[in-house]
């Protein structure tokens, strides 16, 4: 999911008197979950009074993974850069009470993200990830028919979020991501376009590939006698709070159909991991921002029908890793696509 959405919650604006939201990710790795989140915030209220599904691909580059090196010569080592093609399938409702989102992001690595498996740990060919997520919003103003759950002026609904992640990715590593999330969200009153915080716990589990062997004396960590590395594989993380914040600005004094979508996503420390979690994760941070051009709009005056976009990603200590322990946790790609609203 990416900018290229943001037409669809541009289209929803006008109509909304009250907004709800959904999330990154974390998620997401590489999903920009708020951004999708964000178009569904401004549905009107009437009963599935919306509906809309969305295909789109997406190039974006250099990705970081975390601990995926380069060896240089004296001992040096380098981050490796990794190009991403990304195809995303999309799809956004509204309904009496609240809304719905389902976004589903198949990421294939270049060779530099290698395939892997316990037999075979490095292939040569580039990794495949798939990523998916679901995210609601239920609103009590609409459930009770009150506004007794906004701020005039300032917040024009409070709604209840909840949501689940859900991927796996070819590699050693084997990840198997499974985190849920519920809380708050906000819709502030805005004059145009939409500013949404999400504020809720978050819960992980994951695996880590790499600890179903004993440390090796080249990594200098401690063997823990009697300890069962074979079955060390099931990483449970601690509930932490996130926030996330999701937006779409149109940029109506260019002449265009432009528009700035994206998202913030920080997440707290949420534990410990490693080979025998050993470290200590940090503070996330990922930012997405995109401009987003109407391109049916400005070819054929059929808005929210064909857009492109254009973007750049910043992501700090990606997936919670302390960059003084795991080389290769901070992202800086471009991201740039296409996106085809099926309606």
């Known amino acids: 999911m990416q900018a290229g959405l943001a037409g669809t919650a541009q289209a929803l604006d006008e109509p909304a008197p009250t907004g709800q939201g959904a999330p990154a990710p974390p998620k997401p790795p590489e999903a920009g979950v ?53 195809v995303n399938l999309f799809h956004a409702n509204s309904w009496a009470y609240g809304t719905n989102l389902i976004s589903l992001d198949i990421l294939r690595s ?15 060919y580039g990794a495949t990830e798939v990523y998916l997520i679901y995210r609601g919003v239920l609103s009590p103003n609409k459930i009770f028919d009150t506004t007794v759950f906004a701020i005039p002026g300032l917040v024009k609904d409070i709604g209840l979020s909840f ?38 716990g978050y819960k992980e589990f994951s695996r880590n590939g790499f600890a179903g062997t004993a440390p090796t004396k080249e990594s200098r960590l401690p063997v823990i006698p009697g300890f069962d590395y074979a079955h060390f594989r ?11 914040l999701t937006y779409t600005i149109p940029l109506a004094f260019t002449g265009l159909p432009l528009a700035l979508a994206g998202f913030n996503t920080l997440i707290l420390p949420k534990g410990r991991y490693g080979q025998i979690n050993e470290n200590q994760t940090r503070v996330e941070f990922v930012s ?34 302390d960059p003084r322990r795991t080389p290769n946790t901070e992202e800086k790609a471009l991201i740039a696509g296409v996106a085809y609203h099926l309606k």
Do not use: C
Request: hydrophobic fraction near 40%; charged fraction near 25%; avoid cysteine.
């Open 234 to 244: 099931s990483v449970e993380y601690k509930m932490t709070p996130e926030f996330e």
């Open 288 to 321: 997405q921002t995109n401009l987003v051009l109407d391109i049916g709009q400005l070819v054929e005056n059929a808005p929210n029908r064909v857009e492109a976009f254009v973007g750049f990603q910043y992501w700090h200590n990606k997936f919670g890793g």
């Open 34 to 86: 708020p951004l999708a989140a964000a178009t569904v915030m401004a549905a009107p209220p009437s009963f599935f009074s919306f509906s809309d599904t969305v295909v789109s691909y997406r190039f974006q580059g250099p990705s970081a993974e975390p601990g995926l090196v380069v060896d240089r010569p004296g001992g040096r080592k380098e981050a490796r850069a990794v190009p991403k093609n990304v």
């Open 163 to 200: 949501g689940a992640d859900i991927n796996t990715k070819d590699t050693k590593f084997d990840s198997e991501k499974r985190a849920g999330t519920f809380g708050l969200s906000f819709a502030f009153d805005v004059p145009a376009g939409f500013v949404n915080l999400k504020v809720q």
């Open 110 to 124: 270049g060779s530099q993200d290698p395939a892997g498996d316990k037999r075979v740990p490095f292939k040569d």
